[in-house]
């Protein structure tokens, strides 16, 4: 008996279609009826978009400028008290508590100033209770009494001789007032610098005081 030839035998072939995933489809879904609907979609997304980014980078500058704000604060206020301690510091170098004591006799000076009229004891008084530091009876006793004892600057006096002095050097009678710098425009001109318009205390014109007594 013979043998049949070994035919190839075909094997039909299946063909396998892989389903698309859900998200795919839906994804598809979602493009169709966006493209259907039209530009009036398109537009809101590309808003809505703009919103979120320029809202979320407002809310990441904001929080990075408190940020900012609360260490330049905090680095400003340790700054400052420093400089307050250093200028604490010098004033108590420049003008220590126990004061600087100064060799100089008064005398008569104190009541030569009010005799004078290069100070109105009455508006100097004055001048001090407004500003809440009234004279002492010592610094009372340097226009009614002659003085020989030496002169002590400390912070408590200092306002008080500042002034002192002040009317002292505008109305003593020296080079530096009658022949300096500031007698270049004349005599009725020196009421125009500060140290001398200034002086308001005076119980006659200011001009009148300027370098006029032998102190």
Do not use: C
Not at 11 to 31: N, V
Not at 66 to 71: D, N
Not at 186 to 209: C, D, H, L, M, Y
Request: glycine share 8%; no cysteine.
């Amino acid at each position: 008996m013979e043998q049949l030839p070994n035919l190839p035998v075909e094997t039909p072939s299946i063909t396998h279609q892989t389903e698309e995933p859900a998200s795919s489809f839906h994804l598809m879904r979602f493009l169709s009826a966006f493209k259907r609907k039209g530009r009036r979609y398109w537009l809101t997304f590309v808003l809505a978009s703009y919103l979120l980014g320029a809202g979320s980078g407002y809310l990441f500058g904001w929080r990075k400028l408190v940020e900012y704000k609360a260490t330049h604060e905090h680095n400003g206020a340790v700054e400052a008290a420093e400089v307050d301690s250093i200028w604490v510091d010098l004033a108590k170098q420049v003008n220590p508590e126990g004061g600087h004591e100064i060799p100089v006799v008064l005398g008569d000076i104190g009541q030569n100033l009010v005799s004078s009229s290069a100070i109105d004891l009455n508006k100097f008084i004055n001048v001090f209770e407004h500003s809440g530091d009234p004279l002492t009876p010592e610094q009372l006793s340097v226009f009614k009494e002659t003085k020989s004892g030496s002169i002590t600057i400390d912070q408590p006096s200092a306002h008080f001789w500042l002034n002192f002095f002040w009317a002292l050097g505008l109305a003593n009678q020296n080079p530096v007032l009658t022949e300096g710098p500031m007698m270049d425009g004349g005599r009725e001109k020196v009421v125009n610098f500060a140290s001398t318009g200034g002086w308001t205390i005076a119980a006659v014109p200011v001009a009148q005081v300027y370098a006029s007594q032998t102190l």
